[in-house]
């Protein structure tokens, strides 16, 4: 039996191998990847879809975040964007914060980025409208490996303590390295996938400063009165959607909806003193915005909302765009539309 299926599997892969050579070089070339991310085109999604707030007020209009889709580059998708005016070519490397980072890493980092993003949009919308915010703790998170630290320690590792001591916070962590000398090694204790392991680094020095050559996201345990929730997507990253998420979260926690009925599309990253930050790829979540039909586009000032400006008079859009520093700023100018 088994001899019959091997013979006619021989006699089918001679009649056509051709066939078969061919199908497995086209797969090859398609999806041989290049290192490039490919840029297609800009999107909106309804914060509301997000977010739930505990007896929140409700709007007439909507906050949307803006994003922008890229593609893996592989040979077709590469070849494509010289074709296509409205795809742009993005290194790989221009993710990366050194040459030795995997896309895992980067990825991670993206997730983190979101992580921080969230608690920042939420911590500066309730402590503007005057609502709980507790910080029980505080969790350190690796986001950057220098390549002088050891190439064991990985983005997205938590940062549990140094040569047996538990880790205070940020500040004493740093203060301790200035304690010792260039060339020292240290035990840091990490935690990865919910098992802890040490590694030793080395101090070094650039600058006059020392370093071990690992920078932390400070994520925070909070409590918040009234409750949240948040519902984002795996595949949504990055700190972007910061200023936004802030903007739709205070809209729920205030009597007066800042909306004015509009669909608000915005971009921009949110500190928690409330500061506002650029952003890449805004033309994109403009013509993004722009194909959504929103109403008003709220965007960093500076380059972003330059570019913005720019792309509105040559396109011809009628969507208000308005540029903002502070969250402060932004409340403002949306209190004053129509």
């Not at 969230?118 to 505080?138: E, P, R």
Request: aromatic share 12%; with cysteine.
């Amino acid at each position: 039996m088994l001899g019959k299926i091997y013979d006619k599997f021989i006699k089918f892969i001679k009649e056509n191998y051709k066939e078969i050579i061919f199908l497995i070089l086209f797969y090859l070339v398609m999806t041989f990847p290049v290192p490039y991310y490919i840029c297609v085109s800009g999107g909106t999604i309804d914060v509301g879809k997000r977010l739930e707030v505990e007896n929140g007020y409700t709007e007439k209009g909507s906050f949307n975040l803006a994003y922008v889709s890229e593609l893996r580059g592989t040979i077709p998708t590469y070849l494509l964007s010289y074709v296509i005016p409205t795809w742009e070519r993005i290194k790989i490397d221009s993710y990366q914060l050194n040459e030795d980072e995997t896309m895992d890493d980067v990825s991670n980092r993206d997730k983190m980025y979101l992580l921080d993003a969230n608690q920042s949009a939420i911590y500066v919308a309730y402590t503007k409208a005057g609502k709980t915010f507790t910080i029980n703790d505080h969790h350190y998170y690796v986001y950057y490996v220098d390549k002088n630290a050891n190439d064991k320690i990985k983005v997205g590792d938590e940062l549990l303590g140094v040569d047996s001591s538990n880790i205070v916070d940020l500040d004493t962590f740093k203060e301790y390295i200035n304690t010792k000398n260039v060339g020292d090694e240290l035990n840091i204790k990490l935690k990865r996938n919910n098992k802890e392991f040490e590694v030793s680094t080395t101090v070094f020095e650039e600058e006059g400063k020392k370093y071990v050559g690992i920078a932390f996201f400070d994520l925070l345990d909070y409590e918040v009165d009234p409750s949240i929730t948040l519902k984002f997507k795996e595949s949504e990253t990055g700190p972007s959607g910061g200023l936004t998420l802030s903007l739709a979260i205070y809209n729920k926690l205030v009597s007066e909806d800042i909306t004015k009925g509009k669909k608000i599309v915005g971009t921009g990253t949110i500190d928690l003193d409330g500061t506002v930050g650029e952003i890449g790829g805004v033309k994109y979540k403009l013509l993004g915005a722009v194909k959504k039909k929103a109403d008003v586009f709220i965007v960093p000032n500076g380059s972003n909302y330059e570019e913005c400006i720019k792309l509105k008079k040559e396109k011809g859009y009628k969507i208000k765009i308005i540029g903002v520093d502070t969250f402060d700023d932004a409340v403002n100018k949306l209190k004053e539309l129509k």
